[in-house]
């Protein structure tokens, strides 16, 4: 079987925190860090609809993770 894979890289004033608050969220088949300013997570499926929804949740807890990140650093 095929496996679909991807990577995500976003910028962040606190990627430590971002990618601490995302990765529970994570699931088995996902790989997140953070690089200095950076986040960047592997996401990998074997179909395409899987991959997409994947991603889509993922960047809606990236979103909530970042805004948590903001304000616990203020």
Known sequence: MKSIE??????HRNAKCVAGAIRPDNLLSMRTAACGTTVRTEVSATRLRSLIASVDDYLMNLAIAEELCRYTSD
Request: glycine share 16%; net charge negative; aromatic share 0%.
């Open 6 to 11: 991807g990577e995500i890289t976003t910028l």
